[in-house]
Every structure is written in C-alpha cells, then in structure tokens.
C-alpha cells in the first residue's frame, strides 16, 4: 500500500466516489513536482499513490479532478477541482480522505 492514500465519499449521493483522478505532488524548488497519480476504485479509494518508503518529510498536495466526476454523475457542482494541502512531518502512514459534494468539501487526517 502507498505511503499517502485517499479515499472520496460523494457526501450528496451517499456513496464512495468512483473514477475520480488524483494527483499527488510535492514541493519541491519553490514550485510542485507531481510524484504520483492514481484514480478512485469502486470503493473511492486510492492506494497506489506512492511508493512503500518513499514518503519522506514535507509539504504534499493532493489535486482530485472532481469535474470528470460530476459529469459523469450528472451533477452540477461548484468545484472543478479539489486541492488539498498538508504536511508529512514523520514517514508514518498519511490517509488523508476527502468529503465531496457538488457545492462543497471537507477533509480530514485519517487512519
């Protein structure tokens, strides 16, 4: 399993989220790398993110391409994307879930 997972709950149809790209970069030289991208499985999650042992400290962004998504699911929504920011400060296992509907968000630090 990857070092950062996710996991999207599409909070307005009460069902994990399928098919939902996921970008996963770093910072890096004042700007972004991309190290890794993945898309949601039938149960919204996303484990293949990151290499086993490569998470090392810093600033990570996860960017969930939600437009493809609800197109396909034929919602109107308010956020193209989703880009969420956090910091790795040890290479302890990061789940980071996102809570989606198509007029907002919330996330938190999972387990």
């Known amino acids: 399993m990857s070092a950062i997972t ?3 709950l599409d909070t307005a149809r009460g069902r994990p989220a399928a ?15 991309t190290i890794g991208r993945g898309v949601t499985d039938a149960d919204g999650r996303c484990r293949t993110l990151l290499k ?6 810093g600033t990570y962004r996860l960017t969930f ?7 396909k699911t034929r919602q109107a929504a308010f956020y193209p994307s989703v880009s969420v920011v956090f ?11 996102l809570l989606l509907s198509p007029w907002g968000y919330s996330t938190y630090r999972g387990s």
């Open 19 to 33: 098919g939902v790209t996921v970008i996963l970069a770093k910072t890096s030289g004042g700007g972004w790398v």
């Open 65 to 71: 391409g939600t437009a493809a998504y609800f197109k």
């Open 52 to 57: 086993e042992g490569a998470l090392k400290r």
């Open 6 to 8: 996710t996991h999207v």
């Open 87 to 97: 910091q790795a400060r040890d290479a302890r296992h990061h789940h980071v879930p």
